[in-house]
């Protein structure tokens, strides 16, 4: 079991084989007024094409993170981010099995900058209308990978243990700083 810790930094691993690589750590914080998420990507070879916020950033590179505010884990918001600043926002829920994403404008902050070893996110969201109850948040984090050839390599926080990051019953509660 993870235990995920504010200003805690932690390793994704990859998503299919929970196998560690060391190649991008997460952590975040949870303010009175708004969350912020931290990536720090180790990766030279950067693809991702896209130049419009709510564009597909998940078919190249990109961090994401998942979010119950509520603990509800058939409701939930996707937060992505492009290593060029590209923002990605949708509103998730399942029904009668079936999963439904509904773009919206992000309502979040994103600052990427480049590293001597590839490139850092900071992702800042006012938690205002957004459900959040401190004792029920959850949450998962990941990173797409898009290789020269066409491969996409998956890594997670929880890792889904499959070819999709959309496994609720992965996401991780989120415990009050120590």
Known sequence: MIELEEDKPCHLRENVTG?????CSFCFRFGEREAEFFFDVKDADIISP????????????????????DGNL???FE???SPFGVRFWGEVTFSGGEKRLKKLPPPFEAEVSRTKEGYAVQIKLPLAAKG????????????LDKKADGRQELYALNPTLCESFHKPQKFIKVQEKS
């Open 50 to 69: 896209f130049q419009e916020d709510n564009e597909d950033i998940w078919q190249g590179d990109a961090v994401e993170v998942f979010l119950s505010p």
């Open 132 to 143: 959040y109850d401190r004792t029920a948040v959850m949450l998962n984090a990941f990173r």
């Open 79 to 81: 937060l992505e981010v």
């Open 19 to 23: 196998a560690g690589n060391g190649e």
């Open 74 to 76: 058939e409701h939930y």
